[in-house]
């Protein structure tokens, strides 16, 4: 069995807003404290694998917090999706495996979505893009791509510079004592 998580990650180190956000929303998390420029949001409601329960709170934060916001699902190791939002907006979107849900779909499809030279931007790494491309396209579940979507959201959070502890981690976990190297569990907010 693969693993399920979902994470925010928000460009801002103003924990102090991102937990007023995360109250506003009167929703349940664990906020890290901030490592790479950023702050990551470990959702309770989120790992429902609800799609809509994880656009609703990325798209407040990033608007309440006035900055941009990566919302990452994994599903069973299989599939990695993720929402970017700016300024609350929606400004990419991406599916490592788009027709995983779909049975009459060609299950070799490749990824759909992703703007890996927007990504890049956002995060400051522009110069970076075609590394981002090439992860965002690899393809899924093979020797020559990513066997498992975890090694692509973890090289995806090098080439973006973003907190690493990301990858592979969701409030779930963490609160069954699955921290992972990096993440300090005595630092994490509890909201």
């Known amino acids: 069995m693969g693993s399920f998580y979902t994470?925010?990650?928000?460009?801002?180190?103003?924990?102090?807003?991102?937990?007023?956000?995360v109250r506003q929303a009167r929703r349940v998390a664990l906020i890290a404290p901030p490592d790479h420029g950023c702050t990551v949001v470990f959702d309770e409601a989120s790992e429902s694998q609800d799609t809509e329960v994880l656009q609703a709170l990325a798209m407040h934060l990033s608007r309440a917090c006035k900055c941009p916001a990566l919302a990452v699902l994994n599903h069973d190791d299989d599939l990695l999706a993720y929402l970017l939002y700016d300024g609350g907006k929606l400004v990419d979107d991406y599916n490592s495996a788009p027709s995983y849900f779909d049975e009459a779909a060609d299950p070799g499809a490749p990824p759909t979505g992703g703007d890996a030279q927007r990504l890049s931007?956002?995060?400051?790494?522009?110069?970076?893009?075609?590394?981002?491309?090439?992860?965002?396209?690899?393809?899924?579940?093979t020797d020559d791509g990513f066997v498992f979507a975890t090694e692509r959201h973890h090289e995806l959070t090098e080439v973006l510079g973003i907190p690493g502890f990301a990858a592979g981690t969701g409030y779930n976990y963490v609160e069954e004592g699955e921290v992972p190297d990096g993440l300090d569990a005595a630092?994490?907010?509890r909201v």
């Open 121 to 141: 931007t956002i995060f400051g790494v522009s110069a970076r893009a075609a590394d981002v491309e090439r992860i965002l396209r690899a393809p899924t579940g």
């Open 7 to 21: 994470n925010i990650t928000l460009k801002t180190t103003d924990t102090d807003r991102v937990e007023a956000a």
């Open 187 to 189: 630092a994490l907010r």
